[in-house]
């Protein structure tokens, strides 16, 4: 079979030149194994020099690349896809030169050893050609950046222009995170100065272009507290930078919100969910305070108190219920013996699913939460409520039993059933060899 005609590549070339990275991996890997049908191998080696033309423009305009994604109309700086591509493209005709010598240091190169300087010719190239519209794809990547945000292509020249500046800040980026010292800290601020050096307003725009490529964007407070030494609120809150603090102390209230609509029959779906979302609220919370200089009259301080009395609130009501919920599954009564009473296994209806269902829920849910109860505020609260769900499943099982052993069980079947979803709810909420124990002491009956 031939080949495809050249109007057919050529519209195929244009659609897989539009189309997302993510898209052209994909394509890259479903075609690798391509061969014989002529056409497919056409398809086959358009799509890989494509791909491989992607890797060489993100590793030159690396620092810059998670900032541009979709039509960059978000409330972040960032900006729209296309308009890398267009960079990258306008290169490519205006820069033949320069592109091949990255993609000559692309083949050997060694981070930490290699000179970027290829690489950073350019991107400063490329500052320039937005700033100058001096080729019509840098015109049309400043137009398409303009109608995203005000001011938009120059904002594009500024984080092009960065991109020397930044490209050694973001290859140190994982030490930095995990521990800043003082010689990070003072290399960081070299860095912060030489950026703010380029515009007046680039500040802001150093940290955001970081704060991209870590893993949790609220990260990057901790790069602000080492260039800043710690700084008080009332001093972020009042600079240029106060929006990364705004941004976290509203992702809180989000995460609170779902934390709130935590759908307590919901299963394990529900649990991840809502354990994720606690999970991430006192991780940001502890990122504020562990880097910025709270006051509990100040402006931060006093909501970051009313956000961990919120988080307290809410997920000890959860844990509460908890009590209600398992006793609806594993009923007891009250006997007396003697002068005394106690709770004795009701063994007379079967568990009804719907309540099984929100008992071993809730109960998930506790232990999810178990490495974020400290910080969260409710670890009083858990581990007496646990304690006490662990000692209600301990006597309802020995009593269970002991009514099998004896046969006095008015419906065997049923006591079987409630014992089952004991050993279950045992498992979630203590191990599962407690449950294996208990299913195998019921198997001997």
């Known amino acids: 079979m031939g080949g495809l005609p050249e109007q057919k590549l050529a519209i195929l070339r244009q659609m897989v030149e539009s189309a997302p990275d993510r898209v052209v991996g994909d394509l890259r890997g479903a075609l690798s194994g391509a061969s014989g049908d002529s056409g497919l191998v056409d398809v086959r080696l358009l799509v890989e020099t494509e791909a491989r033309d ?81 080729h019509p794809k840098f015109a049309a990547a400043a137009d398409l950046a303009e109608a995203a945000r005000p001011d938009g292509a120059r904002l594009l020249a500024d984080c092009l222009d960065m991109i020397p500046i930044l490209r050694t800040a973001v290859g140190r980026l994982p030490d930095w995170i995990q521990r800043v010292t003082d010689e990070d800290a003072a290399v960081a601020r070299i860095a912060y100065k030489d950026t703010v050096a380029i515009a007046e307003d680039a500040g802001p725009g150093f940290f955001e272009m970081l704060g991209a490529h870590l893993p949790q964007s609220w990260m990057i407070l901790r790069l602000i507290s080492a260039i800043m030494d710690r700084p008080p609120e009332t001093y972020l809150a009042g600079s240029e930078l106060a929006d990364f603090g705004l941004r976290v102390l509203d992702s809180i209230d989000a995460g609170l919100a779902q934390v709130e609509g935590f759908d307590s029959s919901g299963g394990m779906a529900a649990v991840r969910s809502a354990a994720a979302a606690i999970d991430s609220v006192t991780a940001q919370i502890a990122e504020l305070e562990g880097n910025v200089e709270l006051t509990r009259q100040g402006p931060w301080g006093a ?37 005394t009473t106690r709770d004795a296994a009701l063994l007379t209806q079967p568990p009804a699913a719907a309540h099984v269902q929100t008992a ?8 999810e939460i178990r490495g974020a109860a400290n910080h969260g505020g409710f670890a009083a609260t858990r581990t007496q409520v646990m304690e006490a769900l662990e000692a209600h499943l301990d006597a309802f099982a020995e009593d269970a039993l002991d009514h099998l052993k004896q ?37 001997a009956v």
């Open 54 to 134: 992607r890797q060489l423009r993100n590793a030159v305009l690396y620092p810059i690349v998670p900032l541009c994604v979709g039509d960059g109309r978000t409330e972040r700086l960032t900006f729209p896809a296309r308009a890398l591509a267009l960079v990258w493209r306008a290169l490519r005709d205006q820069a033949t030169h320069e592109v091949g010598r990255a993609a000559a240091l692309q083949e050997e190169f060694q981070p930490g050893q290699s000179s970027p300087e290829p690489y950073d010719v350019l991107a400063r190239r490329a500052a320039k050609g937005v700033r100058q519209r001096n």
């Open 407 to 443: 046969g006095d069980a008015p419906d065997p079947a049923i006591a079987r059933a409630l014992l089952a979803e004991t050993a279950d709810l045992l498992a979630i909420a203590r191990d599962r060899q407690s449950a294996e124990t208990l299913r195998r002491r019921l198997a």
């Open 360 to 367: 071993k829920t809730l109960v998930a849910l506790a232990q």
């Open 303 to 339: 909501r970051v108190a009313r956000q961990k009395a919120t988080l307290a609130r809410l997920v000890e009501a959860r844990l509460r219920e908890i009590d209600k919920a398992v006793r609806r599954v594993l009923p007891t009564t009250q006997v007396r013996l003697g002068r």
